[in-house]
């Protein structure tokens, strides 16, 4: 079976020369994103003031590492949330919701500390390939 690593633009640099981890893979008919926070991968700057703006960065470039690795948010098979905030668990359901119709995909969301201070939300995503049912 065929690994195939994407990577978009600079890639996920965690502050190096080169990319440090893929930012997602491809093996058969599946995509596994790395998680993905409201971060720039160069700087390691968080981006986005509230929980919101974070949430949406981290839709906007979930999005964009789909496309890359061939596939799209209808046919998202699991999400995993991790919030550092109790509190926004419903800002995140509701963000869900609007994101997913349904059936909507299988879900984990934990509440956790991260190593980057500032972040308010990460999602690590997989996926099937566009063209193939979920």
Do not use: Y
Not at 33 to 43: E, I, Y
Not at 75 to 90: M, N, W
Not at 105 to 131: C, D, K, N
């Amino acid at each position: 079976m065929q690994v195939h690593h994407v990577t978009v633009g600079a890639g996920s640099s965690m502050g190096g020369d080169d990319p440090t981890i893929s930012d997602a893979v491809r093996c058969g008919d599946l995509v596994f994103l790395s998680g993905r926070a409201a971060v720039d991968p160069a700087t390691l700057k968080v981006v986005g003031e509230d929980f919101l703006e974070q949430a949406l960065i981290v839709l906007r470039d979930i999005e964009a590492v789909l496309a890359a690795a061939g596939s799209d948010w209808r046919h998202v098979l699991r999400i995993e949330c991790f919030l550092a905030d109790a509190g926004d668990f419903p800002a995140w359901n509701r963000i869900w919701r609007e994101r997913f119709d349904a059936p909507r995909p299988a879900r984990t969301t934990v509440v956790s500390e991260f190593a980057v201070p500032g972040i308010l939300i990460e999602l690590q995503v997989t996926s099937a390939v566009v063209g193939v049912e979920p």
